[in-house]
């Protein structure tokens, strides 16, 4: 494990037991980021917990503790930003990894830049202080606590990633208006992201099976075909 000098820059823990991996991820990154690596899952946790790293660059398949689970156990602590490394074609990873509380996955081979964009993109979503909002809809039935960064599903506080979070955030600012693909990538994912509507599907499914009763029969987060989502926020209102 690599034991950067302290440096004021945000801190990228890169956990992959492909040394080759660690090696191009800090040299890519270490210009503008301190860089820690590990070289596998159990490494990756103790590194988390010792060094509290400002993102994760975790691969999903390890030997022993897979990423998904260390994905997992710092879920279960923190919402520190994780981005998973997966194969091409690997879709099943990258549904576990957002499932196991992931905010963003990178496909190997990835390009320098691309990785950088995708980094910057995922810390400018992190948890930030600032004044605190409560957005209620449906007579109290959704609430999405900004101070807390928090959503509550009928009294119950639901665990949602930062990504998720920051999409039911920006849907319940425009509460009633529905905001087109690239309004949501644009705000959640930034520009670099500009034509991953996939992303946008992908994370309202999340989203849905986590604050729907049914959710093939939603009533918080709805759509308009061929337009965008919004957040409904009338009780009785989705039909």
């Known amino acids: 494990m690599t034991t950067p000098a302290p440096s004021g820059k945000p801190t990228v823990l890169v956990v992959d037991d492909d040394p080759r991996l660690r090696e191009l991820a800090t040299g890519v990154l270490g210009e503008e980021y301190s ?22 660059l975790l691969d999903v398949t390890m030997p022993g503790m897979n990423g998904i689970e260390v994905c997992r156990r710092i879920r279960e602590m923190a919402q520190t930003p994780v981005i998973m490394v997966t194969a091409h074609g690997e879709d099943a990873d990258v549904a576990r990894g957002l499932d196991a509380g992931a905010d963003d996955y990178v496909v190997k081979p990835f390009r320098p830049v691309e990785l950088l964009a995708r980094i910057r993109a995922s810390l400018r979503r ?44 920006t849907l319940a600012r425009h509460a009633g208006q529905v905001l087109s693909h690239d309004q949501i990538l644009d705000s959640v994912w930034g520009y670099a992201y500009a034509g991953e509507t996939g992303y946008v599907k992908t994370y309202v499914g999340l989203i849905r099976n986590k604050i729907e009763e049914d959710p093939s029969r939603p009533k918080f987060l709805l759509s308009r075909r061929g337009l965008g989502y919004y957040l409904e926020p009338r009780a009785g209102a989705a039909g």
């Open 35 to 56: 860089v820690v690596t590990a070289e596998n899952g159990q490494a990756g946790v103790r590194a988390f917990f010792e060094r509290r790293p400002d993102l994760v």
């Open 126 to 169: 992190a948890p930030r202080a600032g004044g605190a909002e409560r957005f209620s809809l449906q007579d109290g039935a959704l609430v999405i606590d900004t101070g807390r960064r928090a959503v509550i599903v009928r009294g119950e506080e639901v665990k949602v990633s930062a990504t998720e979070y920051k999409m039911l955030e």
